[in-house]
C-alpha cells in the first residue's frame, strides 16, 4: 500500500464511510497517515488556511492544559470518555466539524497518543504545499511576532526558501533557542550564519 492509498483510505474513514485501517508501524506513521487523510480533506474543502489554524489552536491547548495532554495519552481512560472530552473541547473552541471528525476518529481507534504528532505532520505537508519549508523553534519563552519574523528572515537566508514555523516554549531552556529544520539542527555551531537570531533572542 502506498502512503497516498493509505491516506485515502483513512479520509474515507473520516467521511465516516467504512474501511479497514492498515496496521502502523509506529507513531510516527500513524501521525503521518492521518495527517494525510487530513490534508485531502483540507484540499477537498478548500479549507488548508482555516483548518490548519484549527490545528494549531488544538495544539496550543495540548501544550498549555497538561490535563489536557495526559487524556490524550491515557490508557485508562475510555474511548467513550476521550471522544466526549475532546468533542466539548472543539466545539467549545468553536472549531469545524472536520476537526471535530479527526478528534472523534481518532478516540474511536484509540489513537489521540499521535494527535500532537499529527498536527506536526499536517503542518510539514502544508510548508510543502506552499513551497516552504518546515522548521522547529523551541524557546524558553513565547516569541513576539517581531522574533518570529526575524527567525523567519534568517532561515529563509540560510535555506534557501520560506519556512513554516511551528514553536515551542520550553521553560527549561535558560536562554536563546534550538532550531531544527529537517532533521538539521542548528545550534552554536552556526552561530555565525544565525546572526539575524540576535534580535529575536533579545528580552527572552
Do not use: C, W
Not at 167 to 182: A, E, F, Q, W
Request: proline share 2%.
Amino acid at each position: 500500500m502506498t502512503p497516498r492509498t493509505a491516506g485515502q483510505n483513512a479520509a474515507a474513514e473520516l467521511r465516516g464511510r467504512s474501511s479497514v485501517a492498515a496496521k502502523s508501524t509506529g507513531q510516527s506513521d500513524l501521525a503521518k497517515r492521518y495527517a494525510m487523510a487530513f490534508f485531502d480533506l483540507a484540499l477537498e474543502h478548500d479549507q488548508l488556511d482555516q483548518l490548519a489554524g484549527e490545528l494549531n489552536d488544538l495544539g496550543g491547548l495540548m501544550r498549555e492544559s497538561d490535563d489536557l495532554a495526559r487524556l490524550v495519552r491515557s490508557p485508562i481512560v475510555s474511548r467513550a470518555d476521550q471522544g466526549a472530552a475532546m468533542t466539548a473541547i472543539v466545539n467549545r473552541a468553536g472549531m469545524s466539524k472536520l476537526v471535530a471528525n479527526l478528534v472523534g476518529l481518532m478516540a474511536q481507534n484509540r489513537r489521540l497518543f499521535v494527535l500532537d504528532g499529527t498536527i506536526a505532520a499536517f503542518q510539514t505537508l502544508l510548508a510543502e504545499h506552499r513551497g516552504e519549508v518546515s522548521a522547529e523553534v523551541t524557546s524558553a519563552r513565547e516569541l513576539k511576532p517581531a522574533h518570529l519574523s526575524a527567525v523567519k528572515d534568517a532561515l529563509k537566508e540560510i535555506v534557501g526558501r520560506d519556512v513554516a514555523l511551528e514553536t515551542t516554549v520550553d521553560p527549561s531552556l535558560i536562554g536563546g533557542l534550538i532550531v531544527k529544520v529537517g532533521s538539521r539542527m542548528i545550534d552554536n555551531s552556526l552561530r555565525t550564519k544565525l546572526q539575524n537570531l540576535e534580535l529575536a533572542m533579545k528580552g527572552i
